[in-house]
């Protein structure tokens, strides 16, 4: 299938515990450490000043760069926790756009679903569906309206977010949403519009 370019964005949001690779605070401070260190062996060289300024300019872009893209695929790539594959309903609370301020049109087409579950300690949840639905096939998630989820099995994240089942795979998704499981970090990834989960049959790893 082709895929248009993905948009990744991260945002702060409090979350479960964090692995040490999907911690924004463990890419910044190798960040840091690498620019001193570059800068420390760069400045050594024996070379004039203006030129040392522009190498060292360049080696701490492509090592911010660097360290960027390798916190965003730490958290696209991580195993997602234990899924419990007993469906249960979820009801539409609330349908919002995905970002204040979309940056393109993709963006703007996103929408983020807060929903109510019933979670395995009989109690109800408020949650994100992790499925951002594309603008076309919004208008079926009505409020109130109710939907087949899968949960994961720990119930302390009962209120980070839930699945679609494989029920609803008619549905147009225009990418997912991690939310509350990296710290405080919310993730999200926009990839060509099409039907049918962005988790399940394979496309993500659970945890076992």
Partial sequence: MNRAPES???HRKQGSDVSIWTDGGTWFGLFLIGSVLLGWGILSLPLGGAVCGSILFVAILLAAVGCGCGWL??????????????PRIARVREVVCQWDQPDTT????????????????????????????????????????????????????????????????????????????HGNTEFSSLQHPAAGSPFLNGKRRFAS
């Avoid at 603008?135 to 989820?149: G, Y």
């Fill in 8 to 10: 990744r964005r991260p």
């Fill in 73 to 86: 695929e730490s958290i696209s790539n991580t195993p997602l926790p234990t899924l419990d594959r007993r």
């Fill in 106 to 181: 993709e963006e703007e087409e996103a929408r983020r679903i807060i929903v109510e579950h019933l979670g395995g300690d009989g109690r109800t949840h408020v949650a994100h569906l992790g499925d951002l639905i594309h603008e076309s096939s919004i208008d079926r998630f009505t409020p109130e309206s109710r939907w087949q989820v899968y949960a994961f099995a720990d119930p302390e994240l009962a209120t980070t977010m839930v699945l679609l089942t494989e029920s609803h795979d008619d549905v147009r998704r225009s990418g997912y949403l991690i939310t509350g499981l």
